[in-house]
T-cell receptor, first 110, second 115 residues
Framework: GNSVTQMEGPVTLSEEAFLTINCTYT??????LFWYVQYPGEGLQLLLK?????DKGSNKGFEATYRKETTSFHLEKGSVQVSDSAVYFC?????????FGGGTRLMVKP | GAVVSQHPSWVICKSGTSVKIECRSL??????MFWYRQFPKQSLMLMAT?????????EQGVEKDKFLINHASLTLSTLTVTSAHPEDSSFYIC???????????FGPGTRLTVL
């Protein structure tokens, strides 16, 4: 069935370190892919998206490329900040349904 | 654009009472709204999907008589937790989607604590 697998956290990095959060999905056809971010005590915010193969979504220094051949959508950022500390959810949508990964908690230390 | 609000943001109630949570799309018309539940340090669990003017579609295991969903207009959906019990304490998040759009826009969430 449809599912999203993302690396378990927490991921702890020092400020200005490089970030990668791996995400792979299982779905039929060509889903749209998303990364959402959730700051403490808040709802989810759309971080970036990609709607077709080889598309690169980017926002606030974060990037992710839709890789159809490996069914992956890994999130990267070249230099993280303390303010990036949050939980990141990889997800995809097919029709009405949005399927989420389990979330990866990122903690950035000064 | 694409702002979704929820009210209240935090509610504490006694066991046995009913609580209504509102979800509004502020600057767009949402043909479909979704209700999720999130337990601490876990991912979101879809509870139900509602289309404006029609009955909500509930996910397996979600009691439709306990979690009443109404989507009376293109900008408002409500979730009523009836006869709430401590195990209903959770973070409830709604989202909204425009017809044919891929992404959902999420509200800030409502934290329900049942004593």
């Amino acid at each position: 069935g449809n599912s999203v697998t993302q690396m378990e956290g927490p991921v702890t990095l020092s400020e200005e370190a490089f970030l990668t959060i791996n995400c792979t999905y299982t779905a039929t056809g060509y889903p749209s892919l998303f990364w959402y971010v959730q700051y403490p005590g808040e709802g989810l915010q759309l971080l970036l998206k990609a709607t077709k193969a080889d598309d690169k979504g980017s926002n606030k220094g974060f990037e992710a490329t839709y890789r159809k051949e490996t069914t992956s959508f890994h999130l990267e950022k070249g230099s993280v900040q303390v303010s990036d500390s949050a939980v990141y959810f990889c997800s995809f949508t097919r029709g009405n349904m949005l399927t989420f990964g389990g979330g990866t908690r990122l903690m950035v230390k000064p | 654009g694409a702002v979704v609000s929820q009210h209240p943001s935090w509610v504490i109630c006694k066991s046995g009472t009913s609580v209504k949570i509102e979800c509004r799309s502020l600057d767009f018309q949402a043909t479909t709204m979704f209700w999720y539940r999130q337990f601490p340090k876990q991912s979101l669990m879809l509870m139900a999907t509602s289309n404006e003017g029609s009955k909500a579609t509930y996910e397996q295991g979600v009691e439709k008589d306990k979690f009443l969903i109404n989507h009376a207009s293109l900008t408002l959906s409500t979730l009523t937790v009836t006869s709430a019990h401590p195990e209903d304490s959770s973070f409830y998040i709604c989202s909204a989607r425009v017809r044919l759009a891929a992404e959902q826009f999420f509200g800030p969430g409502t934290r329900l604590t049942v004593l």
